[in-house]
C-alpha cells in the first residue's frame, strides 16, 4: 500500500498542512481521535494504565509481544516491524505468565518414562517402583 502513495518530495507522509509530519502531530492526533475515542470501550481500573495510556510504541510492542505468544517465528515478525537486528525483535518478545505455562507443560521432558508415575492419566501409575510389572519383589 504504501509503495503506491505518490510523493512529491522525500517525505513519505506529510503534515495537516503538507510539510513535514511531526512526531508530535502523530502522538497528539492518535490521543485526540483513536484513544480518547475508544477509551470507554477499553476501560482500565482506576489507577492503573490501560488503553488510554497507550502509544504507538506501546501498540507496537503489543503486537510483537502477541506475535511471540502466538508461536510467530522471530524472523517474520523481524520482516513485518522492520527490524534487521534480531536483538531488538527480542527485547519485545515477553511472554506473560499463562503463555509461559502452557509453554512449559506442552513440552514432554520425560518421554515415555512419565508415564509410569503417579498422577498420569494413563492408569499406569505405581506406587512404589518394586511393584510395578516385570520386576521381581
Not at 511471540?68 to 522492520?82: L, Q
Not at 521432558?109 to 518394586?130: C, I, M, V, W
Amino acid at each position: 500500500m504504501l509503495n503506491h502513495l505518490t510523493r512529491k518530495d522525500m517525505f513519505l507522509l506529510h503534515g495537516p498542512r503538507g510539510g513535514r509530519l511531526k512526531p508530535d502531530t502523530v502522538r497528539n492526533v492518535l490521543i485526540r481521535k483513536v484513544l480518547e475515542r475508544l477509551a470507554p470501550r477499553y476501560p482500565s481500573p482506576q489507577g492503573t494504565k490501560g488503553f488510554r495510556d497507550g502509544r504507538l510504541h506501546s501498540f507496537r510492542h503489543y503486537f510483537i509481544s502477541r506475535c511471540a505468544d502466538s508461536g510467530v517465528p522471530e524472523r517474520i515478525v523481524m520482516e513485518w516491524v522492520g527490524h534487521a537486528d534480531s536483538a531488538m525483535v527480542r527485547r519485545y518478545y515477553s511472554l506473560n505468565d499463562e503463555e509461559a505455562k502452557r509453554q512449559m507443560e506442552s513440552l514432554n521432558l520425560l518421554g515415555g518414562a512419565g508415564k509410569r508415575f503417579a498422577g498420569n492419566e494413563n492408569g499406569t501409575a505405581y506406587s512404589k517402583l518394586e511393584d510395578s510389572p516385570g520386576r521381581e519383589s
